[in-house]
Every structure is written in C-alpha cells, then in structure tokens.
C-alpha cells in the first residue's frame, strides 16, 4: 500500500459557487475523512487544481498532501485511485488523461441529474445542452459510482446504463455545524414556535410549498405561528410569495423573511 496515491478533483472546492454550498461542504468532508486514514494504511493524497480558478484556500490546502494543477500523474508503478467529487460542474477534459487511462481506478460522487428535469431553465441553449450531454458521456466512463440518493441511482441506471453492481449508494452527510445546535446563534430573536422553511433564491428550493400549507393551515394562522423562509430573495421574489401566502388565507404579519442565515445561525 506504499506506493498507493488517491487522487481528487478539487475544482469545487476552488469555485466560490460551490466551495461553501452543499457539493463543497461534501467534498471536503470526504477529503478529510481520508486524510485522516491515510498514515494509518499508507496511502498518500494529492489534490488536481486548476490555475484558471480561484487559489485553493488553506483551509482547503492542507487537507492533502500536495496539490498539481494538471492531470500528468505520471503513475507508472504506482497504484492509483481518482475521486472526481463533483462530476457535472466543470471542464471534463481537464481530466481526460485520467479518465482514459485503464491503470487508474476513477470513482464519481453523483449528486443529481436536474438539468434535465428542468431544461427550460438549466439547459435553454444548444450549447448548454451540448455541454451537459458531453459530461454525462465522460461520466459514464467511470469505474465506479457513489450517488447520494436512491433517485440519482436509479437515474444513473436509466440515463447511463449503469450497471447496479458498479454503484454505491452513499447518502450525504449533516453538517458538523448542526452538532451544535441550540448553543448560540440568534435564538432569542424567534422565541416560542415558529416553522423553519430553509430555502434560496432557487425555483428547485420549491419554498411555495410550505408558504401554501403554512397559509391553509387554519390552526397556525389561528394560533399565530410564524412561517421563516430563510434565504436571499429579492424584494420582487418576496413581494410574489406573500401574495401567494395571502392569497391562499395566510395572516401577512406571520410570514417572515430573515434573509440569509448562515449555518451556525441555522
């Protein structure tokens, strides 16, 4: 196992959209967990960074080994497994030397396939879908996949023909913030109950649905329970859900927009 190197794709972690969301706080929790492995089976890691992104932030750095910001891995002798932790976010042709090469072992974290199941908004030009299209081919040329959800494996199955036997379906993980829950944050400025709706400026968030039931529910409205949407949504995107909460028999004053919350706060 000396001469072991495991070997990941660490461009989300790079990418201010993805570094802090839900496939960067995955990824770099994975990253982690194997680095905490690798003195006790003897395995090193190293790290693929792309110099046209952003710099890897320390906190990101030091979870391996070392870093290169190509994919020559040279490994001739050497056995070698690649994680690619965000397979559907950036130029798969940045790792075409891996991906053809028979010796290495590639293994893909998949996350979900929703560009096709809203094109209109994901995929609404020929070039986007192209693009897409070209990386679920790339996709399709892994060893190994790890999706997150039994949807995203049976889509794997569907859309790639993936044999069962070559999937492991993993789940996500809590974040460590959630462990401390209840220990600070901004507890005193909601006191009593009140549902939590955690969402974002993001039609697939699909917050309309707890807004309509929060304003239909003659028992919250009665007993005056407040609905918090969480997340940045513009002036005109709130102005759309309070109409529809008012709409639908919600009390206006109970429908309440903290903004962003981050997630020690959460």
């Known amino acids: 196992m000396d001469d072991c190197e495991i070997v990941f794709?660490?461009?989300?972690?790079?990418?201010?959209?993805?570094?802090?969301?839900?496939?960067?706080?995955?990824?770099?929790?994975?990253?982690r967990a194997v680095g905490h492995l690798r003195e006790r089976v003897g395995v090193s890691t190293?790290?693929?960074?792309?110099?046209?992104?952003?710099?890897?932030?320390?906190?990101?750095?030091?979870?391996?080994?070392?870093?290169?910001?190509?994919?020559?891995?040279?490994?001739k002798g050497c056995s070698t497994v690649f994680f690619e932790l965000s397979p559907m976010t950036h130029d798969p042709f940045f790792l075409g030397r891996i991906v053809n090469d028979?010796?290495?072992?590639?293994?893909?974290?998949?996350?979900?396939?929703?560009?096709?199941?809203?094109?209109?908004?994901?995929?609404?030009?020929?070039?986007?879908?192209?693009?897409?299209?070209?990386?679920?081919?790339?996709?399709?040329?892994?060893?190994?996949?790890?999706p997150i959800s039994q949807h995203t494996s049976d889509e794997l199955q569907r859309l790639l023909?993936?044999?069962?036997?070559?999937?492991?379906?993993?789940?996500?993980?809590?974040d460590s913030a959630f462990e401390r829950a209840g220990t600070s944050g901004r507890q005193e400025a909601f006191l009593g109950r009140y549902v939590l709706a955690c969402g974002g400026a993001e039609p697939r968030k699909n917050v309309e649905c707890p807004i309509l039931a929060h304003a239909g529910s003659a028992v919250m409205q009665d007993a005056g329970i407040q609905l918090l949407v969480t997340g940045n949504y513009p002036p005109v995107w709130q102005a759309i859900l309070?109409?529809?909460?008012?709409?639908?028999?919600?009390?206006?004053?109970?429908?309440?927009?903290?903004?962003?919350v981050d997630e020690d706060e959460l």
Not at 133 to 146: G, N, V
Not at 250 to 258: C, I, K, Q, Y
């Open 102 to 146: 028979p010796d290495i072992l590639k293994l893909a974290i998949v996350y979900d396939f929703i560009p096709l199941m809203k094109p209109e908004r994901y995929l609404p030009t020929a070039s986007n879908r192209l693009d897409y299209h070209t990386q679920l081919i790339w996709l399709s040329r892994y060893d190994h996949f790890f």
């Open 46 to 75: 190293l790290g693929l960074v792309d110099p046209a992104l952003p710099p890897l932030e320390d906190r990101f750095l030091h979870l391996v080994d070392r870093v290169r910001s190509n994919a020559y891995l040279g490994v």
């Open 242 to 260: 309070r109409d529809l909460h008012t709409g639908n028999g919600g009390r206006p004053e109970l429908l309440v927009f903290p903004g962003f």
């Open 161 to 174: 023909g993936v044999n069962p036997l070559r999937i492991t379906k993993t789940g996500a993980p809590i």
């Open 9 to 31: 794709d660490l461009r989300c972690l790079q990418d201010p959209s993805y570094k802090d969301r839900g496939i960067g706080k995955l990824s770099a929790n994975l990253v």
